[in-house]
């Protein structure tokens, strides 16, 4: 069974900071990951993917994600927030295989402070 | 820019009836799904479809038929609607080898009453 955990529901931080948002993933095969960003009242934006190659992936707006197999994690960063980097966050993972099903995390809302 | 429009944006049901959400896409996408979201459960896959005149069962889709007649439109059908069925539900989009990055729509807010 795949699963896509996200241990921090909230996570608050000031303009400016960095912030690093977790997710880690149980399975043993290969895998696709990625990141969504969910502002108030809207549907998903795709951030990153990860499938292979090098570990560090950039995406949009200054974020980027790290892959680590011996973690089994993928972890959000972004070395300056702006307050409108509030929403919520979504990993994703989904196998190699015929399924074409993205399994989501519950999510880690992302409150900048100025 | 890849597009996926749903409606109604909002809908209030009455318990037993019978309510049906429509989505569209202008991506030429082979793959669309359907989502709910809920406080606790995040995402969850209700109905996906491969293409034109395919539907397949997603995680959660018991009370939930699906209806693929053509590449553009997937819509989500609740024969008897019931006040467990209030949630957001998102309809995306997404090409074929590329199942991992999807396109949504800006979700459907359903009360039902």
């Known amino acids: 069974t795949q699963t896509v955990s996200q241990s921090d529901a909230h996570v608050t931080v000031f303009e400016g900071d960095s912030v690093e948002l977790r997710c880690n993933y149980s399975y043993g095969g290969s895998i696709y990951l990625s990141w969504y960003i969910q502002h108030h009242g809207r549907g998903l934006q795709f951030l990153l993917k990860y499938y292979s190659g090098n570990p560090v992936v950039q995406g949009v707006n200054g974020f980027e994600a790290e892959f680590s197999k011996s973690d089994s994690s993928f972890h959000l960063r972004k070395a300056s927030v702006h307050w409108s980097d509030s929403a919520v966050y979504f990993c994703?993972?989904?196998?190699?295989?015929?399924?074409?099903?993205?399994?989501f995390g519950l999510g880690t809302t992302l409150q900048v402070q100025p | 820019e890849a597009a996926v429009t749903q409606s109604p944006r909002n809908k209030v049901a009455v318990t037993g009836g019978k309510v049906t959400l429509s989505c569209n896409q202008t991506n030429n996408h082979n793959n669309m799904y359907w989502y709910r979201q809920d406080t606790g459960h995040g995402l969850r896959l209700i109905h996906y479809?491969?293409?034109?005149?395919?539907?397949e069962k997603g995680d959660i889709p018991d009370g939930y038929k699906a209806s693929r007649p053509s590449q553009e439109n997937f819509s989500l059908i609740l024969e008897l609607a019931t006040p467990s069925q209030t949630s957001v539900y998102f309809c995306a989009s997404g090409g074929q080898g590329e199942g991992e990055r999807l396109f949504f729509g800006h979700g459907t807010k359903l009360s039902v009453l």
């Open positions: 994703a993972a989904r196998i190699t295989g015929n399924t074409r099903k993205l399994i």
């Open positions: 479809s491969y293409g034109a005149g395919s539907t």
